[in-house]
């Protein structure tokens, strides 16, 4: 089992930036590939960003890339999101989410999931 919680969110306003973390504890996380998925008011979860249990594959969504990264820092059994020039269209629940395989883009194949942090982008 894998516990993840998730924190950094909040109200910033359109150009702003945010940097949201994700606290891994349980069993070996650092061996797990990690993901971010958002979900806005009635809308579907989506991916956004994922990378691999050493850090050096990283994927993301084409409606974030160039704006947010990920990483992580195995030591701290954390992983990050850095999230820059945010957009209306960027609010949402953003989830972290944990498999004991290769990062993927689809939200099935992940098996442990945080409770979300809101962030909430301003125009």
């Known amino acids: 089992q894998v516990q993840l919680v998730e924190s950094g969110g909040g109200l910033v306003q359109a150009g702003g930036s945010l940097r949201l973390s994700c606290a891994a504890s349980g069993r070996t996380p650092s061996s797990y590939a990690m993901g971010w998925f958002r979900q806005a008011p009635g809308k579907e979860r989506e991916f956004v960003a994922a990378?691999?249990?050493?850090?050096?594959?990283?994927y993301y969504a084409d409606s974030v890339k160039g704006r947010f990264t990920i990483s992580r820092d195995n030591a701290k059994n954390t992983v990050y999101l850095q999230m820059n020039s945010l957009k209306p269209e960027d609010t949402a629940i953003y989830y972290c989410?944990?498999?004991?395989?290769?990062?993927?883009?689809?939200?099935?194949?992940?098996?442990?999931w945080g409770q979300g942090t809101q962030v909430t982008v301003s125009s």
């Open positions: 990378i691999s249990w050493g850090g050096r594959n990283t």
């Open positions: 989410a944990a498999r004991a395989k290769i990062a993927t883009t689809s939200i099935r194949e992940y098996d442990y």
